[in-house]
């Protein structure tokens, strides 16, 4: 694994990439080898809101809502989970990773350009941002070995949301949200 790699996409899971996001509370539990990370919103200049499948704008964080990000350590992949402020599920998103860690006490993964997307209305899963990861590749960011593991790890985690049988994908997460906040 390249040094570059490893500063440039490393991604703690207690900061927000969120550009919109002024201020958040955040709580990380750990459970044996897995972190799990909650955000509450609490000041936003604007809300972060994809298009969905079916052309609807729909608001992914807002003030008031919540993320909740489950990073395995012994995975390559890190879940993140939507809610609005009534603790109502909106989606999830995962990220395929290089690797999950801990360093200063807390989770971080090194997200390896990846994605899979989840459709709610017709619950199916799809890869997304596979020409980052091609570009990633045809610029020597990532290795032929990186790239070919990215879609080992996404191809094994879609039959698995296929199937139900991910153990991290069927985890109650409002539990911890109504546990924390």
């Known amino acids: 694994m390249r040094k570059s790699i490893k500063s440039k996409r490393k991604k703690f899971v207690s900061s927000t ?3 919109e996001a002024i201020d ?31 052309n609807k704008i729909v608001d992914y964080i807002d003030k008031g809502y919540y993320v909740v990000e489950l990073t395995p350590l012994e995975e390559q992949y890190n879940i993140r989970y939507y809610f609005d402020k009534n603790k109502k599920y909106i989606d999830y998103y995962i990220d395929i990773t290089l690797e999950n860690g801990v360093e200063y006490k807390m989770p971080y993964y090194i997200d390896l350009y990846l994605d899979i997307i989840h459709y709610p209305k017709s619950n199916r ?3 997304c941002d596979e020409e980052e990861l091609e570009e990633a590749l045809e610029k020597g960011v990532i290795s032929k070995k990186d790239y070919n ?9 879609l039959k698995e949301i296929e199937a139900k049988t991910n153990s991290y994908l069927n985890i109650d997460v409002t539990k911890y949200i109504n546990q924390y906040f």
């Open 149 to 157: 593991q990215a879609y080992k790890v996404g191809n094994k985690l």
């Open 125 to 127: 899963a799809m890869f």
């Open 17 to 19: 990439y969120m550009r």
């Open 24 to 54: 958040y509370d955040i709580i990380t539990i750990k459970e044996q080898n897995l972190f799990i990370t909650i955000k509450k919103y609490k000041e936003m200049n604007g809300k972060f809101s994809l298009t969905t499948e079916d």
